[in-house]
């Protein structure tokens, strides 16, 4: 399997309950086999794996249905802030931006600021002039004004809480972040998160999918990473290296290492939320805490695969 590629996205983990209309269901997992159809079109002719994910998580920004990009929910002031990490396997290089408004695809921003900056992470005002810098053009506010997102912040501060994405009451909730990681035909790995976090989410709060080691992680040696969750406890539980580190030290395949990292997010924290992970051989593994998890898989080039 040296010349085959991997690849894998998820578009948020929760109990998922709550998406009762079999027509949304359906939307969701065919959201999922695009974007993975995409993704195999350009690996099968040469793309490299940073390029995969970066594009593959450009198409789910793209798409309302997931709280990240258009889709991305509200803040406690009636805001946008978003954030997007991505990191490149070959040689750790990676790319963040976190608590952004005003860009249609943050994780295109956060490959900017890998490849064009000195820095890993920029923030808020400061990551909007350098998108300026870089010619990257401005989107209005309306553009990313659901109806969806502004019902769900209506609903949150009726209940004076925050709310994770298509909350509802009890557990029934969905996790919103949106990722992909990828093995390329060269063996070289590449992972990217986006998200737009928590509904009525103070200002300023950055989760864990700009963080490197939380909530994105990419390396040749060991894997590729992209969780979706809660991000306070990935981040107190340095999630995504977690995983890694089970390669690196263990010597453990992608499977598991997850099932290591889920139960080290389970024991020590009662994380919730989900993960996908590629590691060096191009083997696929998903876990989550989560009853569900918006997924799907092309493993060593073969058949396209969607779970909840």
Known sequence: MQNSFSLMVHGGAGALDNVKDERIAVRYLESIRVVLEH???????????VEAVESCASQLEDDPLFNAGCGSVLN????????????DGRDLAAG????????????????LVMDGSEHVLLIAEGALHFAERCGMPL???????????????????????IML??????????YG???????????NLAAAT??????????????????IGAGVYADNATCAVSATGYGEEFMRTVFAKTI??????????????????????????????????IDGAGHCASGMTTPKMIHGWIEHGGETVCRF
């Not at 912040?153 to 004076?160: G, N, P, S, V």
Request: net charge neutral; aromatic share 4%; with cysteine.
């Open 96 to 111: 963040a931006v976190a608590a952004i408004g005003n860009i249609a695809n943050p994780v295109q921003l956060a490959r």
């Open 139 to 161: 989107t209005p506010d309306h553009y990313f004004f659901t109806p969806d997102r502004i019902k769900q912040l209506e609903q949150a501060r009726l209940r004076h809480r």
């Open 76 to 87: 406690e002031n009636g805001k946008v802030e978003m954030d997007a990490g991505i990191m």
């Open 177 to 187: 972040t949106i990722g992909a990681v990828a093995r390329d035909r060269e063996g």
């Open 244 to 277: 890694a580190d089970a390669i690196e030290f263990s010597g453990v395949d992608a499977a598991g290492a997850v099932d290591y990292g889920i139960g080290y997010l389970t024991r020590k924290v009662k994380g919730r939320g989900g993960v996908i992970c």
């Open 194 to 211: 986006s998200t737009g976090g928590i509904v009525n989410k103070r200002m300023g709060r950055v989760g864990d999918s700009p963080i």
């Open 39 to 49: 993704g195999r079109s350009m690996l099968q002719q040469g793309a490299s794996a």
């Open 165 to 174: 994405d298509h909350d509802e009451d009890g557990d029934a909730q969905k």
